[in-house]
Nanobody, 124 residues
Framework: QVQLVESGGGLVQAGGSLRLSCAASGRTFSKYAMGWFRQAPGKEREFVAAISWSGSSTYYADSVKGRFTISRDNAKNTVYLQMNSLKPEDTAVYYC?????????????????WGQGTQVTVSS
């Protein structure tokens, strides 16, 4: 049974920072790419960032490029999302997910296991 548990969400003022973590179990973590997605109220879930199995390749949505950084620690079975210069439009529930393949991509249909999500709220 694959389990993904996100943490680190919260309330922050615009311009502030948060670091999200996603702890994985039940699968050989280091074999698969990981991704972060988010869903704002009334909107569809969207891609945020992805990282390959080794961490050597990363991918970002244009809306977060230069502000967010995805990373992973395979020894700890954990993927992170460092979010800087947060904006009110970053407010959403953030989900981590495991990719079916090692290399990472932005397509939600390629991800097979999802966490329960963590709320990020950015006040103006």
């Amino acid at each position: 049974q694959v389990q993904l548990v996100e943490s680190g969400g919260g309330l922050v003022q615009a311009g502030g920072s948060l670091r999200l973590s996603c702890a994985a179990s039940g699968r050989t973590f280091s074999k698969y790419a990981m991704g972060w997605f988010r869903q704002a109220p009334g909107k569809e879930r969207e891609f945020v960032a992805a990282i390959s199995w080794s961490g050597s390749s990363t991918y970002y949505a244009d809306s977060v490029k230069g502000r967010f950084t995805i990373s992973r620690d395979n020894a700890k079975n954990t993927v992170y999302l460092q979010m800087n210069s947060l904006k009110p439009e970053d407010t959403a529930v953030y989900y981590c997910a495991t990719d079916r393949v090692p290399y990472g991509n932005a397509q939600q249909r390629e991800y097979d296991y999802w966490g329960q999500g963590t709320q990020v709220t950015v006040s103006s």
